[in-house]
């Protein structure tokens, strides 16, 4: 229920985003919907906005005053409103009012991240240690129950720091018994003092590409957090907010531009909520970790060049320029009907692949 409310509250900022910046250039603005339709109740009338409480409970929506006007009847819109709907205002404030939700994305992540950094303190690399990132099914790791994320301790009684140094020990040890310590880390890096102990047998002749043990791993940085004072935790925390927003962004845009890699990672409401619900279980720190990566991720996504996303609408917006406004318009809705069920699609395909093969 937690991941639901938070996945609710980004998507109706992001709306929020549009909202405040069509207000600002006199665009009428004619519904601000929380939850989608179908529409519960008036809740009240502002000018010529109507607030309103809608059935289904995820995120919200704004209707501009001309935003779906057919063309062919702009010239005839009384003079008096024409000059407050959306089509009738110059492209850049169009495009300003389009990209504004996913600008709102990204303040909300770099906030969230600051938010963390402020309470927490400076991140300071204090050594490295060795983080499992891949398990292979049927493996020995698999069969021991060794699980991403978590990082390894020792190997027998060798303590670990560096991914080559385990591989060695457990090429010196196929066929063996070896005792392996892992711990498990949060979200912000902390590892846990407490350690596990399982015992693995590396095999002397694994499948081609999988390794004696089954498991890929990494080196990572050990931080320790460096506590400021009041006055100057917040500045310092921005900027350590302001640098993980820009690398998580850059992260998600190079995923969404490797559409192999993007097939393979993709995830969908199933597992986000999962994601959400265990990070709500270790804390509200965690949890606004995890709505910042979410807002930035809802960030960049909305800004590919897909018809039916942001990015899509501004890209319009700037074929207005090349081929006519209104042979743009025209075809707009057809290519944003179309961006939806390829959208839809891909929201089911990820429900699917997170029930089944997850």
């Known amino acids: 229920m937690t991941t ?19 207000k600002l250039f006199g665009i009428h603005v004619l519904e601000f919907g ?21 059935w289904l409970p995820i995120g919200g929506f704004v209707r501009l005053a001309g935003e779906e006007t057919d063309p062919t009847l702009w010239q005839r819109i009384n003079p008096l409103t024409h000059g407050h709907m959306f089509f009738a205002k110059p492209a850049w404030q169009r495009a300003l009012v389009i990209i504004a939700g996913v600008v709102m994305n990204f303040l909300i992540g770099i906030a969230c991240f600051s938010l963390i950094y402020t309470k927490m303190g400076i991140p300071k690399e204090v050594g490295r240690q060795v983080m499992v990132t891949q398990v292979t099914e049927g493996s020995p790791a698999k069969l021991a129950d060794i699980t991403v994320g978590e990082v390894l301790v020792k190997v027998g009684d060798t303590e670990i720091t560096e991914s080559e140094k385990f591989v060695e020990l ?3 040890n196929k066929g063996k018994s070896v005792s392996l310590y892992l711990a ?5 890096g902390q590892r846990s003092e407490n350690s596990r102990q399982v015992s693995v047998i590396p095999r002397e002749n694994p499948p081609v590409g999988e390794g004696a043990l089954g498991v ?3 080196s990572v940085p050990i931080f320790e957090y460096e506590k400021l004072v009041w006055y100057m935790a917040p500045i310092y ?3 350590e907010g302001m640098k993980e927003a ?32 265990s990070a709500a279980k270790e804390g509200w720190l965690t949890m606004v970790r ?28 700037g074929l207005e320029k090349v081929i006519g406004r209104k042979r743009v318009v025209k075809f707009e809705g057809y290519l944003n009907s179309i961006g939806m069920i390829l959208l839809i699609g891909l929201m089911l395909f990820a429900t699917v692949k997170d029930l089944f093969f997850s």
Do not use: Q
């Not at 962004?249 to 619900?277: D, Q, Y």
């Not at 995890?290 to 917006?317: Q, T």
């Open 246 to 277: 820009i690398g998580w962004s850059r992260e998600f845009l190079r995923i969404f531009m490797h559409p192999v890699e993007l097939v393979k990672n993709v995830s969908g409401p199933v597992a986000v909520v999962k994601v959400g619900e």
């Open 4 to 22: 639901i409310l938070v996945l609710s509250l980004l998507v109706l900022l992001h709306e929020l985003g549009h909202f405040l910046i069509a």
């Open 170 to 172: 457990i090429k010196e």
């Open 184 to 188: 498990k880390v949060d979200a912000n």
């Open 290 to 317: 995890f709505a910042g990566i979410i807002s930035l991720n809802l960030a960049i996504f909305n800004l590919l060049p897909i018809p039916a996303l942001d990015g899509g609408r501004l890209l319009f917006v």
């Open 216 to 218: 890929g791993v990494a």
């Open 237 to 239: 925390g921005a900027r």
């Open 34 to 54: 929380i939850g989608l339709p179908p529409k519960a109740l008036k809740i009240f009338k502002h000018k010529e906005t109507e607030y309103t409480l809608n």
